[in-house]
C-alpha cells in the first residue's frame, strides 16, 4: 500500500520569510496530492492540491510543486505570518483513499 | 451549504455505553468517510462509504459499526469501547472516492473512561 513520508516534523521560522514542507510517497499509481492545515482543536482544511497531470500549481503566497519521477512534493508558503501557525499534512491518493504523512509543525513568529 | 457537520462536538462514554456519532453534509457527495485522529498524528482512515455502499474497512475492530441510512448522513455506532479509543473522530465527504477533494468535518471529541 501507500506509504506517505513528511519533513521536517518541526519547523520554526520568523514573520516574513519562507517555509518549505517535503513528502514523499512509494506508489506510483498515487495521482491526486493534497495538503491540509489543522490549527490546534480544528478540523483539517484543504489548503492546496495538485494532480498528477501537473508540475506546480500556485495560489497567492501558497505553492505546490511535484516530480512524479522522484515521487516526491513540496509545500512552499512565502512571507509567512503568525496565523499560517499550525499543523501541515501532505497526503497522496490511491486507489479509494487518501493515506496522509506524519505532519510538520510549523511555528511563525513575529 | 459548503459544510460537513458532525454531532455531538464531545462524547464522553463509559466502557459498557452504547453511543452514535453523527455525520451530515449537504453538497450531493457520493463518498464518505469516518478518521480517528490521535493527538499530534495524523488522521487514520477508518471506513469509507461510496454510493451508500461500504468500500472500505480498514480492519476496524466490530466495537466500531458505521451505517450510511441515505446519501447525506454516515453515522458510527459505539459499543464497548476502550480507553485507548478515546480520540477525535472526523467525518469528511467527497464528490467520489477517486481523485476529489475531501471535506472535514470539526470532529466528535470522544473520552472513553
Known amino acids: 500500500g501507500e506509504n506517505v513520508e513528511q519533513h521536517p516534523s518541526t519547523l520554526s521560522v520568523q514573520e516574513g520569510d519562507s517555509a518549505v514542507i517535503k513528502c514523499t510517497y512509494s506508489d506510483s499509481a498515487s495521482n491526486y496530492f493534497p495538503w491540509y492545515k489543522q490549527e490546534l482543536g480544528k478540523r483539517p482544511q484543504l489548503i492546496i492540491d495538485i494532480r498528477s497531470n501537473v508540475g506546480e500549481k500556485k495560489d497567492q503566497r501558497i505553492a505546490v510543486t511535484l516530480n512524479k519521477t522522484a515521487k516526491h512534493f513540496s509545500l512552499h508558503i512565502t512571507e509567512t505570518q503568525p496565523e499560517d501557525s499550525a499543523v501541515y499534512f501532505c497526503?497522496?491518493?490511491?486507489?479509494?483513499?487518501?493515506?496522509f504523512g506524519t505532519g510538520t509543525r510549523l511555528l511563525v513568529s513575529p | 451549504d459548503t459544510e460537513v457537520t458532525q454531532t455531538p462536538k464531545h462524547l464522553v462514554m463509559g466502557m459498557t455505553n452504547k453511543k452514535s456519532l453523527k455525520c451530515e453534509q449537504h453538497m450531493g457527495h457520493r463518498a464518505m468517510y469516518w478518521y480517528k485522529q490521535k493527538a499530534k498524528k495524523p488522521p487514520e482512515l477508518m471506513f469509507v462509504?461510496?454510493?451508500?455502499?461500504?468500500?472500505i474497512n480498514e480492519s476496524v475492530p466490530s466495537r466500531f459499526s458505521p451505517e450510511c441510512p441515505n446519501s447525506s448522513l454516515l453515522n458510527l455506532h459505539l459499543h464497548a469501547l476502550q480507553p485507548e479509543d478515546s480520540a477525535l473522530y472526523l467525518c469528511?465527504?467527497?464528490?467520489?472516492?477517486?481523485?476529489?477533494?475531501?471535506?472535514f468535518g470539526p470532529g466528535t471529541r470522544l473520552t472513553v473512561t
Open positions: 462509504y461510496s454510493y451508500e455502499k461500504l468500500s
Open positions: 469528511a465527504s467527497s464528490q467520489a472516492t477517486a481523485l476529489y477533494e475531501q471535506y
Open positions: 497526503a497522496a491518493h490511491g486507489f479509494q483513499k487518501l493515506v
